[in-house]
């Protein structure tokens, strides 16, 4: 497989007058990137360009206001600093936006050859404005405000890749499959701030080990497998060490190889919908079936835990793994003297568009509490054997934890709150 080239851009988000407004533009009706939205002036640079943006400050005043002057006229900028970058998956290519911030106490023009209109605009207005679909800078900018407490996190959006980027389309139009299909290449593409973090870092050292563990001693050989939601099937050809019966399921495939083949990849990696099973497998196959980090993706659970029911044996074992803060609460952590604290100050509504680990989405959410979770497993069949908080030391030495935090400080909160919770149901019927 031949990997995307990458490339590199910047986007300038101008403060004005020093408060927390910045200057938002609108594209002129003109072949291109987000024609119509609400945007800032973003523009691609070479890689040599990209490495400069980190040695100097004088380099990055030369690099934003080259921008500016070739987007804005003779606005003059100072300050200039970098706020936030963030990685994308395109069809062709990756791209790496870096998200630069400045000051300026000069007077706005009110258009010039690139936009129709500038205005001093705050993030909210711009996201209702474009009803709530926003490109890459304006989703950078969202997110960097988060992170240095100016505005709510619980704000909602759509960040639409270029090519998607129409008024056409109702917002509520887009259905699972479709986000799948829009930001599936984007799920493993790490959205890193000043703070450090890595959401798939934490992921496995936590919850990929617990499961690695578990599932090596409950699958045997000759046993049937599934893992729903496999993603890039990477379990599914861990566990075909030990089962020749190891398959996988997803909606769409993010990997070129398996997104180009329509049906099946090596026979065992297939394209399908959980709500149709009965359609890819008979009755009563499955030993084990794998729901890891899904079900909070699906929003009818008791239809597809029928189909479930239809292809797992009497006595297998489902595994379900679900991140711990969203199985029942919404809230948010707050630096407090150095020290993490966990708001719990309102409950998840039952559908809302979330991020993903700070990752590009975003993806309808589905909220139930665990107790939810459970009572509508046990209504269609499957009884709880066991349940399982993982924290940041539960599958790593003392050595290994200093050195994560060391490396991530933002996630030693996983030492007092568990990021993964998994439970195993078993097949009653």
């Not at 003059?76 to 395109?90: P, V, W, Y």
């Not at 069809?91 to 911030?101: A, C, F, H, I, R």
Request: aromatic share 12%; hydrophobic share 40%; glycine share 6%.
């Amino acid at each position: 497989m031949v990997d995307k080239k990458t490339l590199y851009a910047i986007g300038l988000a101008i403060f004005l007058k020093g408060k927390s407004i910045f200057i938002s533009v609108k594209r002129k009706n003109m072949d291109g990137e987000y024609s119509g939205y609400w945007s800032i002036p973003a523009a691609e640079i070479s890689y040599d360009e990209y490495k400069n943006l980190f040695l100097s400050n004088s380099e990055l005043d030369i690099i934003s206001n080259k921008l500016c002057k070739r987007k804005l006229g003779n606005l003059h900028i100072e300050n200039s600093r970098i706020l936030i970058q963030g990685k994308r998956s395109r069809e062709k290519y990756n791209l790496v936006m870096v998200l630069l911030g400045c000051d300026t106490f000069d007077s706005l023009p009110s258009n010039t050859d690139y936009y129709d209109q500038i205005l001093p605009k705050n993030i909210k207005s711009i996201i209702e404005s474009n009803t709530y679909r926003i490109g890459t800078c304006i989703s950078l900018l969202h997110q960097y405000l988060i992170e240095i407490q100016e505005i709510d996190p619980g704000l909602e959006f759509f960040e639409v890749q270029p090519s998607l980027a129409s008024f056409e389309i109702s917002f509520e139009d887009y259905t699972a499959k479709k986000l799948w299909e829009c930001a599936g290449g984007n799920y493993g593409l790490l959205l890193l701030d000043q703070l450090g973090g890595d959401g798939f870092a934490l992921r496995s050292v936590t919850l990929d080990r617990a499961l690695n563990q578990r599932l090596k001693k409950l699958v045997e050989t000759n046993f049937h497998f599934l893992d729903l939601g496999c993603g890039d099937g990477t379990l599914v050809r861990k566990m075909r060490k030990i089962t020749k019966n190891a398959f996988g399921i997803d909606l769409t495939f993010t990997s070129p190889q398996l997104r180009n083949d329509e049906k099946s990849f090596d026979g065992y990696l297939r394209k399908g919908d959980i709500y149709n099973l009965k359609d890819n497998f008979s009755q009563d196959t499955f030993d084990i079936i794998l729901l890891n980090l899904v079900i909070q993706w699906l929003p009818d659970l008791a239809t597809a835990l029928k189909q479930i029911n239809h292809v797992i044996k009497t006595g297998g074992q489902l595994i379900v793994t679900m991140t711990t803060p969203n199985a029942s609460y919404c809230g948010q952590w707050e630096n407090i003297d150095g020290k993490y604290i966990w708001k719990q100050d309102r409950r998840i509504p039952n559908k809302k568009l979330v991020m993903l680990n700070r990752m590009v989405g975003p993806l309808w959410y589905f909220g139930r509490s665990l107790t939810t979770i459970i009572s509508e497993f046990g209504n269609q069949g499957f009884s709880l054997n066991k349940g399982e908080e993982i924290f940041l030391d539960s599958f790593q030495s003392e050595n290994e934890v200093n050195e994560f935090i060391l490396k991530w400080p933002s996630f030693k909160r996983s030492l007092l709150l568990p990021p993964f919770t998994i439970l195993e149901f078993q097949a009653d019927k």
